[in-house]
């Protein structure tokens, strides 16, 4: 019998930043399911928005309700073409509960699916857990979707976004989010933009079992279970009887929304080899396919969740490139 090959070490600033979010995270997880945002907060480094290109993109900040704090940041590649661009909303992760657009890791991941792709990101924030239960999350996610297909806010995008060709894109919980926004958006009659891809990185789904990958040790790293299961209590209705088999958390379970009929776009699914919620993350590829929907699965073997995060990983780098193939590949599909 070959011996079991050696998981390849992370790099030690990635190790020691995994460690600093995950100890903040538990720091924070407070009695009665409530979070003290002191200790995330002290490591949530904002980035500004930026009229002047960084590193070939120019970014800047557009708000649709500010009674709910509803905004999203618009992230413009310079491009020598002047053909038009590929739309990507994006949903950032953080179990609901943490981050923002302006959140460092996530304007520097649109940036990078801007630069590099290319593609105008709108980057959406929603509002947070727990002051703010399901649905809340979710109908700011389809909002963000019909303030974009409004005529009179065109304007908010640069001309050369193309709305034809559109992509809902999340990671963790932004990409559950990504999901269940895709899923509303199937069942609505815009006028401007038509959804032709979701791109779920790593996305947060779980369920009653308790899976293989959930309790394996080897697979807390970026991610671990009493966080999990925290994030989804604090996601539910106060007043409603939830268990973590609802449509909401378990997708592709017992009581997942009949997508079969429905007009839901190709997907990508981003799986790492060491997160958690790889064995959901499966489920939720094999019944796309079982609906009769077209889904890609790319597994990154000895990653962590979050990982596209750490731009000192190959593999964060490398997702781009993966993320940029379905984007053109659909594109070409929607022409033809």
Not at 108 to 130: E, H, N, Q
Request: charged letters at 25%; aromatic letters at 12%.
């Amino acid at each position: 019998m070959d011996p079991k090959p050696e998981t390849p070490s992370l790099p030690l600033t990635t190790r020691f930043k995994i460690w600093l979010v995950s100890t903040a995270t538990n720091l924070g997880i407070g009695p009665g399911d409530t979070i003290d945002r002191r200790f995330r907060d002290l490591i949530d480094f904002k980035s500004p928005a930026n009229s002047t290109p960084v590193e070939g993109v120019k970014s800047y900040d557009v708000s649709i309700d500010p009674g709910r704090s509803l905004w999203f940041r618009v992230f413009v590649p310079e491009v020598t073409t002047t053909g038009k661009l590929p739309l990507i909303v994006y949903y950032h992760g953080g179990g609901y509960a943490f981050y923002s657009p302006e959140s460092s890791p996530f304007d520097g991941l649109c940036r990078r699916f801007a630069r590099m792709i290319p593609a105008v990101v709108v980057s959406a924030s929603y509002r947070l857990t727990p002051e703010n239960r399901y649905p809340s999350q979710y109908d700011d996610g389809i909002d963000v979707l019909k303030f974009l297909d409004d005529d009179q806010n065109r304007k908010n995008l640069p001309e050369n976004a193309d709305l034809q060709r559109c992509f809902v894109a999340g990671d963790s919980a932004g990409g559950n989010l990504a999901h269940q926004v895709c899923i509303r958006a199937s069942q609505n009659k815009f006028q401007q933009i038509k959804v032709i891809g979701l791109v779920a990185l790593q996305p947060f789904f779980g369920g009653e079992e308790r899976t293989a990958s959930e309790l394996s040790p080897e697979n807390s790293r970026g991610l671990a279970l009493n966080q999990t299961d925290f994030y989804w209590r604090v996601l539910k209705p106060v007043d409603e009887e939830w268990d973590r088999d609802n449509e909401v958390i378990n997708v592709s379970g017992p009581r997942a929304v009949d997508i079969s009929g429905l007009e839901f776009p190709a997907t990508l699914v981003v799986v790492g080899g060491r997160d958690i919620l790889q064995d959901w993350q499966r489920k939720y590829h094999d019944w796309l396919k079982k609906s009769g929907k077209e889904a890609r699965l790319e597994e990154y073997r000895y990653m962590f969740h979050g990982f596209y995060a750490f731009t000192e990983v190959d593999e964060a780098m490398h997702v781009i490139s993966v993320v940029k193939d379905f984007v053109h590949k659909q594109m070409n599909t929607a022409t033809e």
